[in-house]
């Protein structure tokens, strides 16, 4: 478990996720979904990439250009979504909204993305923080329906 109370620790996480992301480059399956996402307050631009099998995701991606705060989470955000199926992945997407937005969650859900525990005390990265989350949710959502 990550210590959140480790600033330095948490900053080298979120740098690593940022310099080097495990799933940047959406992949080429015209069986995926993609959803582009645009900050309301800054030039962050991305496009949020689902690939299910039935209910399941097993493959999550994102592409584009934005902030460390917004790629580290978009990328840490799709290692936790794959092998999630529809229900599992919207309480994976919810509780992560309660950690930004400074409400109660479960820490032993979030694993990586503790690193953001403090984010909701910066009005000004809320929005780079669920960057990637709102796109993947509106993925979801359309594919309970």
Do not use: W
Not at 48 to 59: M, R, S
Not at 124 to 145: P, Q
Request: charged share 25%; glycine share 4%; aromatic share 6%.
């Amino acid at each position: 478990m990550i210590d959140k109370n480790d600033k330095i620790l948490l900053r080298q996480i979120i740098m690593e996720h940022y310099t080097e992301p495990d799933n940047k480059k959406l992949i080429n399956d015209s069986n995926s979904i993609i959803q582009k996402q645009d900050s309301p307050t800054c030039s962050d631009e991305i496009d949020v990439q689902i690939l299910f099998n039935n209910d399941l995701i097993i493959n999550c991606r994102f592409d584009g250009t934005a902030c460390a705060i917004a790629t580290a989470a978009a990328d840490i955000l799709c290692n936790g979504l794959k092998n999630l199926n529809l229900k599992k992945s919207l309480e994976y997407l919810n509780n992560y909204h309660s950690l930004i937005t400074g409400e109660k969650y479960d820490e032993s859900l979030l694993e990586e993305l503790i690193v953001f525990s403090d984010i909701f005390k910066q009005g000004n990265r809320l929005n780079c923080a669920l960057l990637a989350a709102d796109g993947f949710k509106k993925i979801i959502m359309n594919e309970v329906k």
